[in-house]
């Protein structure tokens, strides 16, 4: 198979998806959208022979943009651009989770400091501000008290892009110093991970540690049900552990192996490097075995029309 | 400022490597054999992420700086 990657960085998780592409004996077409220009009816990039693309950009607005054009040329891509668009911003996100009916953390989106202090009000502190695009747990703000509120509303106002003046604030899950990364491909898990840290962000690019997560069922069934709700796809699924019912005195959520979870997010351009080295699974040929069925369900599909042209013809 | 180095492709006499100039402090230093353009490597002078930007000649770039809406 021809099969393009889009990318502007060779990062490992890159790298091992290349060299597993490879050793299938797969064409691989490397498309740097540094170099690219897309048009309305073509692109500079050889997509025209490719029997599937995969997104692989760092950058979340090149990511949305390339695969947008890759896929209005008729070339299958993935992740596609309707799961992007909702898994690349966090209110998109979380409104698409809760459409679901997936257990998600409570979420109110704010446009002003005014509202947004409201909203921190109304959940009580300790709870949290993200921003509605970002990844890694940059620019996360774990906001203990008014004081801490007011100066980093006036920060994010002042200082920042007009995507820092939507306000995304969210209850705190008080989660048992870990979460859980699944990467999971249309919503079959591969492999899961748990991330843990002293400190309340524990994500793997924040240094927190990571050791295999075998997945309960009713994990398995919220990944899948994340997945779906987010137009599927190869998507990294974080879950938090919490308990079945909150303690009304306390507001505790319980933990570590209580069997009930908080979906707080969906990747669309999930890395892999972490959870490979972290699980005997083999993730990369796991992925590539994906992305075989995928271009071959592409091809029938394709097959499939030009029969249907004939006959109509 | 875009700061590059490049020498012509030189495998080392351990096969497994290729000799590149830092493009930050000059020095010579051993990038992998399968090391392909647009990859990422940790320089092992400075530790600066650098770029390789082609293989023929062998040329690395300060790789790009971290942009807010990098991620997953």
């Known amino acids: 198979m021809q099969i393009g990657i889009l990318y502007s960085r060779i990062r490992k998780d890159e790298k091992l998806l290349l060299n597993e592409l490879r050793d299938r004996g797969h064409e691989v077409e490397k498309i740097d959208v540094r170099k690219e220009r897309f048009g309305l009816e073509s692109t500079t990039a050889a997509v025209d022979d490719l029997d599937i693309v995969v997104d692989r950009c760092l950058s979340t607005s090149r990511s949305l ?16 651009p309707e799961t992007g668009d909702v898994c690349a911003d966090k209110a998109k996100n979380s409104l698409a989770l809760a459409e679901a009916d997936i257990p998600t953390p409570a979420t109110e989106v704010a446009f002003t400091k005014e509202a947004a202090m409201e909203a921190i009000e109304g959940f009580g502190y300790p709870c949290v501000l993200k921003p509605v695009v970002g990844s890694w747990g940059r620019l996360m703000a774990k906001i203990d008290t008014r004081n801490a509120a007011e100066a980093i509303l006036e920060h994010k106002e002042t ?27 249309d919503g079959e898990p591969v492999a899961a991970m748990t991330r843990a840290s002293d400190h309340w962000l524990t994500n793997a690019a924040k240094g927190g540690e990571t050791e295999a997560f075998e997945l309960d069922d ?17 998507l990294g699924v974080d879950l938090m552990e919490v308990g079945v019912e909150p303690e009304a005195d306390t507001g505790e959520t319980g933990g570590e192996g209580s069997g009930e979870y908080t979906v707080h997010e969906v990747n669309h351009t999930v890395e892999f490097k972490a959870l490979d080295s972290a699980t005997d699974v083999d993730v990369p040929g796991r992925v590539v075995d994906w992305l075989e069925a995928r271009a071959a369900a592409a091809a029938d599909d394709d097959a499939a029309d030009d029969g249907g042209e004939e006959v109509t013809a | 400022m875009t700061v590059r180095g490049g020498v012509s492709p030189t495998m080392t006499s351990d096969t497994d490597t290729l000799l590149a100039e830092d493009p930050i402090t000059g ?18 002078v400075t530790g600066t992420e650098l770029e ?10 300060e790789a790009p700086e971290l942009e807010e809406d990098w991620g997953e």
Do not use: W
């Open chain 1, 65 to 80: 943009y390339a695969t947008r054009f890759i896929d209005s040329y008729g070339v299958p891509v993935v992740n596609g």
């Open chain 1, 159 to 185: 200082l920042g892009h007009y995507e820092h003046k939507v306000f995304y604030v969210q209850e705190f899950v008080d989660k048992p110093g870990r979460d859980v990364r699944a990467l999971a491909v």
């Open chain 1, 218 to 234: 009713r994990a398995r069934e919220l990944v899948e049900r994340a997945s779906d709700a987010v137009g599927g796809g190869m």
């Open chain 2, 27 to 44: 020095e010579e230093i051993e990038l992998p054999a399968d090391v392909e353009v647009g990859e990422i490597i940790d320089s092992p």
């Open chain 2, 52 to 61: 390789v930007i082609s293989l023929d000649p062998v040329v690395l770039e």
